[in-house]
Structure formats: C-alpha cells, structure tokens
C-alpha cells in the first residue's frame, strides 16, 4: 500500500504560482515513478507531468511545458509540482499518483491516488 497526500492548492489570480505537494509513504520502493494529473468539472481526468524516482527524468504534457516543473526529494519521499503563469484553464482538482509502469501519460497505470486538491485560477 501506499499513501499520498498533496498541499498547495488555492486560489491565485492568471499569471500568478502555486507550488504543489505531494508526500509518499508505504511501500513507495516498489513504484517506478509519480505523475500528477488534473481533472475539471465535467471532464476526464488528465496527464500533466510525471517523474521517475530513480534518475528523475521528467515528462510533461504540451499545455504546461515551459510552466510547470515537476520535481522530487527522495529523502522526503515528497514530489513537487511548480505551477507559473498560470490560467484560467488551468482550474482543476490535481491528483498525485504513483506507478509501476513505464506508461507514464496513462491514468489506467497507476495505482494509487491521493485525495486531489483543488486550484482555481481567476481571471
């Protein structure tokens, strides 16, 4: 088993940052990596960035390259998701997940999920 739970959402204004986290317990050696993804009301739920625990090679999807970085602290077992420049789209529940698959963009690959936390950007 493994838990998470993220802190960090909010409410900010366009243009603005939030920082998200997301801390890891259980049996986390036995994941390959950590993603974070977002849903917004009335749609599916989305791939934004992921990141591998051994290496730390990073992925993102288009909508938030050169916006959000994604990044981690071993030690801490604690992933974090830096969110610049944000917009209004960018509204949305976020969600940690962990995987054991190379299949890194696939909501269906991970296993485990935190509570979400909610960011909602204001025009």
């Known amino acids: 088993q493994v838990q998470l739970v993220e802190s960090g959402g909010g409410l900010v204004q366009a243009g603005g940052s939030l920082r998200l986290s997301c801390a890891a317990s259980g049996r986390t050696f036995s994941s390959y990596a950590m993603g974070w993804f977002r849903q917004a009301p009335g749609k599916e739920r989305e791939f934004v960035a992921a990141?591998?625990?051994?290496?730390?090679?990073?992925y993102y999807a288009d909508f938030v390259k050169d916006r959000f970085t994604i990044s981690r602290d071993n030690a801490k077992v604690t992933v974090y998701l830096q969110m610049n420049s944000l917009k209004p789209e960018d509204t949305a529940v976020y969600y940690c997940?962990?995987?054991?698959?190379?299949?890194?963009?696939?909501?269906?690959?991970?296993?485990?999920w935190g509570q979400g936390t909610q960011v909602t950007v204001s025009s």
């Open positions: 997940a962990v995987t054991g698959s190379t299949w890194l963009q696939l909501v269906a690959k991970y296993n485990y």
């Open positions: 990141i591998r625990w051994s290496g730390g090679s990073t």
